[in-house]
């Protein structure tokens, strides 16, 4: 049984009392922890076995979110690519795709980036109080906008903004400022993590997660699974 189908029968039989969504954090980093280049480019870490689990870790959630410094560098779509999951996704009554949400201050998502370009489904994007009026009222136009925050997103809030909307299951693809965000807010379940066989360098490449860094009371996890894949090793754990 696929990823998918545990999924939706797991999901069909819960009770979710939770004011948010269930987070987790998919993210391929190199051996030595970074997830770009100091160019802060992605750059191509695992192999197909792991871009297919990671499709179908899309295709089992509800929405994938993303910080704006991932869409300016990276321009991703966030979509589905196989085109049987898409189908089964159609079947259970659901878009092909999940909600895609930028979380972004400053109203910075350009109009022309991928996410409104590419593939059906709901787009959001996540703006703080001050983001200038006439940049939210353009966005408004290619996706659905939820205010959180005055200056800086409310992690917090926003996540309970859209488990009310029917979200609640939640993929999060970075980047490393976002990452820090959700953690040091206490916002994430679990993580998984590919350790690839190279080593990118370099003192301002972005990591897993950034930001201003834990002095004490870390983040402890719980290693849930270890398997080799392809030329790296797939890490799973639970945040405690």
């Known amino acids: 049984m696929s990823i998918l189908q545990i999924f939706w029968e797991k999901k069909k039989s819960m009770k979710d ?83 895609r949400i930028v979380v972004d201050s400053s109203a910075r998502t350009p109009l022309e ?41 409310d992690l917090e809030k926003l996540l309970v903004e859209l488990k009310s909307r029917g979200i609640s299951r939640m993929m999060v693809e970075g980047g490393a400022t976002l990452n820090w965000g959700l953690i040091s807010a206490g916002l994430v379940d679990e993580i998984y993590t590919f350790i690839g066989n190279i080593i990118i360098g370099g003192r301002t490449a972005p990591t897993l997660v950034d930001g201003g860094g834990f002095v004490g009371g870390f983040c402890r996890m719980e290693l849930l699974s270890c398997e080799k894949m392809e030329n790296g090793v797939l890490i799973r754990w639970k945040i405690q």
């Open 17 to 99: 009392s939770s004011s948010r969504p269930f987070v987790f954090i998919n993210a391929a980093m190199s051996a030595d922890g970074k997830i770009a280049t100091i160019e802060r480019k992605q750059t191509r870490i695992s192999g197909s076995l792991d871009f297919d689990r990671m499709d179908e870790l899309r295709a089992s959630s509800d929405a994938i979110m993303a910080g704006i410094g991932t869409v300016l560098s990276d321009n991703p779509s966030l979509t589905v690519k196989s085109a049987a999951r898409r189908e089964k996704r159609r079947t259970l009554g659901l878009d092909e795709n999940p909600a």
């Open 113 to 153: 980036a991928d996410i409104f370009k590419k593939g059906a489904g709901i787009k959001i994007i996540a703006v703080s109080e001050s983001a200038p009026k006439e940049k939210v009222k353009e966005l408004s136009k290619a996706a659905e906008i939820i205010v959180a925050g005055e200056k800086n997103i």
